[in-house]
Nanobody, 118 residues
């Protein structure tokens, strides 16, 4: 079982920055790809950013150039640095760990609220 605990959410003005953290179990970065998703009120959960076991990153077009996903291996933590925040970034942000081989596994954190005021 993989435990994921998000933190760092809050209220920020448009144009501001926040850094989300996802604390994980030790040593999972070599086994699981790590993603950030978000879900706005009344909308479906959507992909935000991903980092593979080899460290390659990928972003949704809506956040490309503004958000950065990274890993702190020593701290077993995944980060999402969010700059130039917009009101449409308001959502609950979720950390996800997943793999497809040798078995399919998918784990989610409890989420952290990000609210961007205009």
């Amino acid at each position: 079982q993989v435990q994921l605990v998000e933190s760092g959410g809050g209220l920020v003005q448009a144009g501001g920055s926040l850094r989300l953290s996802c604390a994980t179990s030790r040593g999972i970065f070599s086994i699981y790809a790590m993603d950030w998703y978000r879900q706005a009120l009344g909308k479906q959960r959507e992909f935000v950013a991903a980092i593979t076991t080899s460290g390659r990153t990928n972003y949704a077009d809506s956040v490309k150039g503004r958000f950065t996903i990274s890993r702190g291996n020593a701290k077993n933590t995944v980060y999402l640095q969010m700059n130039s925040l917009k009101p449409e970034d308001t959502a609950v942000y979720y950390c996800n760990a997943h793999r497809a081989y040798p078995v399919t596994e998918d784990y989610w954190g409890q989420g952290t609220q990000v609210t961007v005021s205009s």
